[in-house]
């Protein structure tokens, strides 16, 4: 599933061509994704000047001059494609401007579309719970003591906690933590204000270096200028079972299941 960096990827991909444009034509493929598009989207677009694109957690923000905002999740395998040179069977949502093509491609149909009313963004249901953004301000070693304060919940788990913390998924979390050397079963109210301390920077860090390889492919996901995320190369602890860990301390990369869901660490030097 295309994570936080790789959605940023995405919406600064098409930023560099959306920007500013107008879009002229909007074309539907199907009626729905997991959910039906929004039914005035195509009356709503057409037209409209594209004022700026934006992210919020794993959503990416297409701000239209009509006080609208349209909305997408690529879900587990959608992506957007920049002038494709043939059409795709599972280009469901088409946007054309007088310069280029923008195909939204999803075969697995997990992803979404919707309308909202720029100013009220911050009440849409999806985005009321939502904690600060990883990258932004608001992530402090204050915050994270706060939210962790008498949780007996992993510390994985609990940063997988939309609420907590907007936006990180399985991946980064795993790479962060390895990062910040923090048991990924520790409990996260257990966790020692030096190890939170570390961890922030960890979090940032790593989103940060995933953002400028481009992502992480796995499975279907690539840019929107057709080319390969490659920060998969320099993964630490995910997917790295039986490997030593880089910090040569003698440790192996394990793998457990937390939550339904796989978790690599270093039981040597992640405490």
């Not at 587990?76 to 599972?90: F, K, L, N, V, Y």
């Not at 204050?142 to 991946?171: E, M, Y």
Request: with cysteine.
């Amino acid at each position: 599933m295309p994570e936080l960096p790789e959605v940023e990827t995405t919406v600064r991909g098409l930023a560099r061509f959306l920007e500013g444009e107008r879009i002229a034509r909007v074309t539907i493929n199907r009626h729905d994704l997991r959910r039906p598009f929004p039914a005035d989207l195509v009356q709503v677009l057409t037209g409209a000047r594209v004022m700026g694109l934006a992210r919020r957690a794993k959503y990416g923000l297409v701000h239209l001059d009509r006080a609208a905002t349209m909305i997408f999740h690529l879900g587990m395998s959608g992506r957007w494609r920049i002038d494709p040179e043939a059409p795709h069977p599972h280009d469901h949502l088409i946007l054309e401007t007088a310069s280029h093509r923008f195909a939204l491609c999803d075969p697995r149909r997990f992803g979404s579309v919707d309308l909202v009313e720029t100013g009220a963004l911050a009440q849409w249901p999806q985005f009321v719970a939502l904690g600060p953004e990883p990258l932004g301000p608001g992530l402090t070693p204050a915050h994270l003591k706060a939210a962790f304060k008498g949780k007996s919940q992993a510390i994985k788990l609990a940063l997988l906690d939309q609420r907590i913390v907007a936006g990180l998924g399985n991946i980064y979390v795993c790479e962060a933590l390895w990062r910040a050397g923090i048991r990924p079963t520790k409990p996260a109210g257990k966790v020692t204000g030096a190890q939170i301390a570390r961890l922030v920077p960890a979090i940032q860090a790593v989103l940060e270096a995933a953002i400028r390889d481009g992502g992480s492919t796995l499975r279907d996901y690539v840019r929107p200028d057709g080319e390969l995320g490659y920060f998969a190369s320099s993964f630490d602890a995910y997917g790295r079972e039986g490997a030593p860990c880089r910090r040569d301390d003698g440790g192996t990369i394990r793998r457990i299941v937390q939550g339904g869901r796989s978790t690599w660490h270093c039981p040597v030097c992640q405490k």
